[in-house]
C-alpha cells in the first residue's frame, strides 16, 4: 500500500506515521508511506495511480488541502482521500463530499480514533493496494493478491496460478518475487516457487495442498523452517480474526 502524509505540522505528521505503522503492523499490511510537509512538494512528484490512500491536512501554509484534493482528483478518480482538521465546519464537510473523501480526522485524535478510520476504508484500501501488475503477451494484467494460489518459474517465464485461470509473464524471478514476498502470506517453498499461504488447506509428506488440490513440493533443505513459519502464520491470522 502506497501512502502519502500531507501536513505542515512535523508533529503531526510523525504521529500519523507512527499511528500508521502500528495499524499495518497489526493487519500484516506491508506500506510504503511519504510524508511531505508542502502541498507544492507533494504535487511536484505527484503520480496520478501510485497512491493508495492520501491523508490531507485541510489547513497547509502554501494551499488549502481541499484545492490540493481537487487536484488529485484531475488526475486520480480512485485513491482514498482522509482530511485531517481542527476544525468541524459544515463547509468543509461539504467540500470533502464533493472531491469524494471517505472520512475525517478531527486533530487531536487517538490511535482507537484512527483504527476506526481505518477500518471503515479498509475494505477500499485492500482491493485497490493489494494487486500486482505483469504483462502477458502485450498486455498488462493487474491481479488481485488474494486471487494468487501459487506461482512457479520455467524457462525465463512465470507461471501465477489464480483463482481465475493462469498468467504467464516474461519475468526473472528475482524481480518478480519482490512484488510477493513484501506480503508475509507468500513464501518461497522451494527454488523460484512461491505458495499463498491463505490458500493452503494443509501440509502432507513434505508438500503443501493448495485450495484447488495441487500439491507444491517443499525443498527438503528448507522444510523445518518452512513448517514452523506457516505455523506461526496460522497462529497470527487465527488471533487477528478472534479479534
Known amino acids: ?18 499511528y500508521l505503522k502500528q495499524y499495518c503492523d497489526k493487519n500484516e499490511t506491508f506500506a510504503n508511506i511519504k510524508s511531505f510537509e508542502k502541498a507544492s512538494d507533494f504535487l511536484a512528484c505527484f503520480i496520478p495511480q501510485v497512491y493508495d490512500l492520501i491523508f490531507v ?33 459544515h463547509t468543509h464537510a461539504l467540500a470533502g463530499y464533493k472531491v469524494h473523501a471517505s472520512d475525517y480526522l478531527v486533530k487531536p485524535y487517538d490511535y482507537g480514533t484512527f483504527e476506526e478510520t481505518m477500518q471503515r476504508c479498509n475494505s477500499l484500501a485492500v482491493e485497490k493496494a493489494h494487486y500486482i501488475e505483469v504483462r502477458q503477451s502485450r498486455t498488462n494484467i493487474k491481479i488481485l493478491i488474494r486471487n494468487i494460489i501459487y506461482t512457479d518459474y520455467s524457462n525465463h517465464y512465470i507461471y ?73 502464520y496460522q497462529f497470527k491470522k487465527l488471533n487477528r480474526l478472534k479479534g
Not at 501536513?7 to 500519523?16: I, Q, R, V, Y
Not at 502470506?185 to 527454488?191: H, K
Not at 528448507?222 to 513448517?227: A, D, K, M, P, S
Open 1 to 18: 500500500m502506497n501512502i502519502a502524509i500531507i501536513d505542515d505540522l512535523k508533529e503531526d505528521s510523525l504521529l500519523l506515521c507512527d
Open 57 to 89: 491536512d485541510i489547513y497547509i501554509d502554501d494551499m488549502n488541502g481541499i484545492e490540493l484534493a481537487q487536484k488529485i482528483r484531475e488526475t486520480d478518480k480512485n485513491c482514498i482521500l482522509i482530511f485531517s482538521t481542527i476544525s468541524t465546519e
Open 160 to 232: 501465477i496460478y489464480t483463482k481465475a485461470g493462469t498468467v504467464k509473464t516474461y519475468m526473472a524471478f528475482k524481480d518478480f518475487s519482490k512484488l510477493l514476498l513484501p506480503y508475509s502470506n507468500f513464501i518461497c517453498c522451494y527454488r523460484n516457487c512461491m505458495v499463498n499461504l491463505d490458500e493452503v488447506n494443509f501440509m502432507e509428506n513434505k508438500e503443501f495442498i493448495m485450495s484447488n488440490g495441487e500439491r507444491v513440493s517443499i525443498a527438503r533443505s528448507i522444510y523445518n523452517e518452512i513448517q514452523d513459519y506457516y505455523r506461526s
